[in-house]
């Protein structure tokens, strides 16, 4: 079974950086997009970051120009750099990777890890 593991969460204060990776194990096959969504208490889960296969990104306009997604092709895994983190940028952030196999595209999530921005 494909799962993704989440590291990198914790508390940071107004201002500070943290990095988040996701490692993606077990029976992967074409790994097409891969990336970042987050969801914070009585809100919905939105999009953070994305990149896909050919390396191009989406962002979420909340965090365009402070966030940045990378990604390792070959080990599988993504991570994110978030600078100038704001207390709104708290929320539980959940890796997403979308892999085709038998002409169908299937997502898998993680089990999400803990920003916290205050101080």
């Known amino acids: 079974q494909v799962q993704l593991a989440e590291s990198g969460g914790g508390l940071v204060q107004p201002g500070g950086s943290l990095t988040l990776s996701c490692a993606a194990s077990?029976?992967?096959?074409?790994?097409?997009?891969m990336g970042w969504y987050r969801q914070a208490p009585g809100n919905e889960r939105e999009l953070v970051a994305m990149?896909?296969?050919?390396?191009?990104?989406d962002y979420g306009n909340d965090v365009k120009g402070r966030f940045t997604i990378s990604r390792d092709f070959a080990k599988n895994t993504v991570s994110l750099q978030m600078n100038s983190l704001k207390p709104e940028d708290s929320a539980l952030y959940y890796c997403?990777?979308?892999?085709?196999?038998?002409?169908?595209?299937?997502?898998?999530w993680g089990q999400g890890t803990q920003v916290t921005v205050s101080g």
């Open positions: 997403r990777a979308d892999m085709v196999a038998d002409r169908a595209v299937y997502a898998y």
């Open positions: 077990g029976p992967i096959r074409r790994v097409n997009t």
């Open positions: 990149m896909n296969s050919d390396e191009g990104t």
